[in-house]
Nanobody
């Protein structure tokens, strides 16, 4: 059984930083695509950052240069370092896993989500 558990969300002022973590268990974490997605109230869920099993990363344009996705294979943990946060980054952030080396957006497993609130 695959489990993804996010942590690290919270409230911060604009310009601040947060680091999200996602602890994964139940599968061979290092070989597969993982990502962070977010959903703001009244908006559709969007992909924020993805990292393939080969380490290739991609980001949505709105977070490029501010967010960094990484993973620690020894700890089976995915991270999202978020800097220079903006109020429009406010959302519930989800960790997700796709059982494929290369990310296609077809995620198979999801965490429960963690709230990030950025005040102006």
């Amino acid at each position: 059984q695959v489990h993804l558990v996010e942590s690290g969300g919270g409230s911060v002022q604009a310009g601040g930083s947060l680091r999200l973590s996602c602890a994964a268990s139940g599968y061979t974490y290092s070989s597969y695509c993982m990502g962070w997605l977010r959903q703001a109230p009244g908006k559709e869920r969007e992909g924020v950052a993805h990292i393939g099993g080969d380490g290739t990363t991609s980001y949505v344009d709105s977070v490029k240069g501010r967010f960094t996705i990484s993973k620690d294979n020894a700890k089976n943990t995915l991270y999202l370092q978020m800097n220079t946060l903006k109020p429009e980054d406010t959302a519930v952030y989800y960790c997700a896993a796709e059982l494929a080396t290369y990310c296609s957006g077809g995620y198979h497993y999801w965490g429960q989500g963690t709230q990030v609130t950025v005040s102006s």
